[in-house]
């Protein structure tokens, strides 16, 4: 009867008092779980953030690029104009120098580097047009070149700015 008795009182207690045990550790593993989640979501918040706050910079940053880009190509092509005719270039000379100064500037912060390099090569070919000797008549190759340059880069900020401004899968 001892043992019958023994079994009888003790089972209910070790069986409360696993089954509390089980419980609080199922407990922790919920929690613990739910705080992962909550820490990938937040993750994934912050990245997503940075992504826009990237993309918000990089789309003003190549707008003003553009702009820049094509003034210096309008004050080389003007420098040009002005010299090769006789005039005295001070004035879109000043120009020349002010918009190469800006897009120089604008164009180290530019994020990708095929952007950069065509930008840069877009400058130095108007740059080089701008102070060619020759008149345009005589050497359209100078004139023919930073034009090229010029499309190619511009082509390749839009393309970047269509592909930010583009439709984003998964949203």
């Known amino acids: ?26 407990e922790e593993r919920r929690e613990t779980a739910a705080l992962r ?3 990938r979501l937040r993750q994934l918040e912050r990245d997503h953030v940075r992504l826009e706050r990237r ?6 940053h190549l707008e ?18 002005k010299r090769t005719s006789g005039d005295e270039p001070d004035a879109p000379g000043r120009e020349l120098s002010e918009a190469n100064r800006q897009l120089a500037s604008l164009t180290k912060l530019v994020l990708d580097d095929d952007i950069r390099r065509k930008v840069l090569q877009a400058s130095t070919d108007a740059n080089g047009m701008a102070i060619d000797p020759a008149p345009p008549s005589a050497n359209p190759d100078s004139a023919v070149k930073a034009q090229m340059s010029l499309g190619e880069a511009q082509e390749v900020i839009a393309k970047r700015l269509r592909e930010i401004y583009g439709p984003r899968p998964g949203l």
């Open 55 to 60: 993309e918000s910079f990089e789309l003003t």
């Open 1 to 26: 009867m001892d043992l019958k008795w023994t079994v009888t009182a003790v089972l209910p207690v070790v069986t409360l008092i696993l089954g509390a045990w089980l419980n609080q550790r199922s």
């Open 37 to 39: 989640r909550e820490e």
């Open 64 to 81: 003003e690029v553009y702009d820049a880009l094509s003034k210096a190509n309008t004050a080389a092509i003007m420098f040009r104009v």
